[in-house]
């Protein structure tokens, strides 16, 4: 079945640590995203890439790295710079990119919480 | 510029209906309508073109009204699983195909 997932589901971390969300999709997408999702609100956009080796911030970029190494994989770093990490996080993709109105299709999220 | 949606909150008896509002403040190419449960990830519901073509979900309607700015979403005869919150994302020409957020809007449909 053709999808995106993402690991692990609930992610620890302590202060001063980075740690790595995982995002992969098998539906051959161009175009990945990460956003940010805090209770009672929308979703902001960390970065999204649109090409392999390519990438752009997004609204909220600082605190957070990522890299696009491969056209399935889209991992996300939250860095010890972001100091408020406790969210929950969605990776989704779209077919196909310089398209306008095309779906983004998203993954089962990633809920990050600070000890 | 974050899209406003109304109401924020609805809560429905099984089978009534309901109208969710997203109102841009810039020039729209394309409105995106999810539905999230909690605790999971949006699931795509509709998405409405500039010039009017709609894809997707059979049982439910929407309306693009690109003068106002503005998208309506109509939930006819709800059943207990619309329950959720509908977020739109909005696209803007020269936005670079990222879409733009609302804060949602919660609807509890009872028995």
């Known amino acids: 079945d053709g999808g995106i997932t993402q690991s692990p589901k609930y992610l620890f971390r302590k202060e001063g640590q980075n740690v790595t969300l995982s995002c992969e999709q098998n539906?051959?997408?161009?175009?990945m995203y990460w956003y940010r999702q805090d209770p009672g609100q929308g979703l902001r956009l960390i970065y999204y890439?649109?090409?392999?080796?390519?990438?752009q911030k997004g609204d909220i970029a600082e605190g957070y790295s990522v890299s696009r190494e491969k056209k399935e994989s889209f991992p996300l770093t939250v860095t010890s710079a972001q100091k408020n990490p406790t969210a929950f996080y969605l990776c989704?993709?779209?077919?196909?990119?310089?398209?306008?109105?095309?779906?983004?299709?998203f993954g089962p999220g990633t809920r990050l919480l600070v000890l | 510029q974050q899209p406003v949606q109304s109401p924020q909150a609805v809560i429905l008896r099984e089978g009534e209906d309901a109208v969710i509002n997203c109102s841009s403040s810039?020039?729209?190419?394309?409105v995106h309508w999810y539905r999230q449960k909690h605790g999971e990830a949006p699931v795509f519901l509709m998405i409405?073109?500039?010039g009017g073509e709609q894809k997707g979900h059979e049982k439910i309607s929407a309306s693009f009204n690109e003068k106002k700015q503005q998208s309506s979403l109509y939930l006819t005869a709800s059943q207990l699983s619309y329950s959720g919150t509908y977020f739109c994302?909005?696209?803007?020409?020269?936005?670079?195909?990222?879409?733009?957020w609302g804060l949602g809007t919660s609807l509890a449909v009872n028995p």
């Open positions: 810039k020039a729209l190419y394309s």
């Open positions: 409405l073109l500039k």
């Open positions: 539906l051959n997408h161009d175009a």
């Open positions: 890439s649109q090409i392999v080796n390519d990438f």
């Open positions: 989704a993709s779209s077919p196909k990119t310089g398209v306008m109105g095309e779906t983004q299709y």
């Open positions: 994302g909005t696209e803007n020409a020269g936005n670079n195909r990222k879409l733009i």
